[in-house]
């Protein structure tokens, strides 16, 4: 197995909105197919930090380290009487442009690039996380303060859920679907206590998810993160 991307991803925070299924039918890869909870589509807006970042096992000096914000929706694909369930990512935005490049040029995913910062607070017993990025001059937000203890997810929550998605998808050329792995264990979670969201979803992601302005999250979640390995390995769906 040769792997990609190696890099830790800390301190996760998804904010989840329940939007309807017809928002993300045109950015449906083909081959599979919204994967719902309890009837209803997801999409996530998420903030963490890359860090220690290597790229087929070679450190990337200087640019290793940034924070990365995505706005991503849930699927699966059938498999016999199985399903592979991943995640589709309609855009990845991150602050430097030779990452962005390199994912885009190798990686076949939506990548962008605009001026990031965060602000992590470690206290005894609390958390407080923010990440910032910065669209036509305006800084926009994802901050939470949360437990500082953290705990394992319970089976079949709407936090395993969300966080629990171990393949990627994206478009590639003449209709097809590329398909690819993520590993990294079950990550432990921090109770979210306060959470303040200022997005711009019409600037950032287009005319389509300017009804995410009108919505507040459904839920707010953090998760402690881990090591992740991305496999360079593709496997090409012509569906």
């Known amino acids: 197995m040769a792997i990609f991307l190696k890099a830790n991803w800390e ?16 950015y449906l890869p083909n081959g599979v197919e919204l994967d719902l909870f309890e009837g209803n589509a997801y999409i996530s807006l998420v903030g963490f930090m890359f860090k ?3 790229l087929f096992d070679i450190p990337i000096p200087y640019f290793g380290t940034f924070e990365e914000i995505n706005l991503r929706f849930y699927v699966k694909r059938k498999i016999g ?14 602050p ?11 990686y076949n995913e939506s990548y962008s690039t605009v001026r990031t910062k965060h602000h992590w607070a470690l206290h005894k017993e609390l958390k407080k996380i923010e990440y910032q990025w910065q669209v036509n001059k ?26 629990e998605h171990y393949f990627g998808y994206a478009h590639a050329k003449e209709k097809g679907t590329v398909e690819y792995e993520i590993y990294h264990p079950s990550w432990k979670i ?19 998810f300017e009804i995410l302005n009108t919505l507040k999250p459904q839920s707010v979640f953090m998760a402690e993160g881990s090591g992740v390995k991305i496999n360079w390995q593709r496997t090409k769906i012509n569906a």
């Not at 301190?11 to 045109?26: E, G, K, T, W």
């Open 96 to 106: 430097y442009k030779i990452v962005a490049y390199l994912a885009n040029k190798l």
């Open 190 to 208: 921090n109770t979210v206590l306060h959470s303040e969201i200022t997005c711009d979803f019409k600037s950032m992601y287009g005319n389509s």
């Open 52 to 54: 220690k970042t290597k």
């Open 138 to 163: 305006n800084w926009n937000r994802i901050y939470v303060e949360t437990k500082n203890e953290s705990e394992k997810m319970m089976a079949g929550s709407l936090e395993e859920f969300i966080f």
């Open 11 to 26: 301190n996760i925070i998804m904010a989840n909105y329940v939007v309807p299924q017809s928002l993300l039918l045109d």
């Open 81 to 94: 009487s199985d399903f592979k369930r991943g995640v589709v990512f309609i855009n990845e935005t991150v």
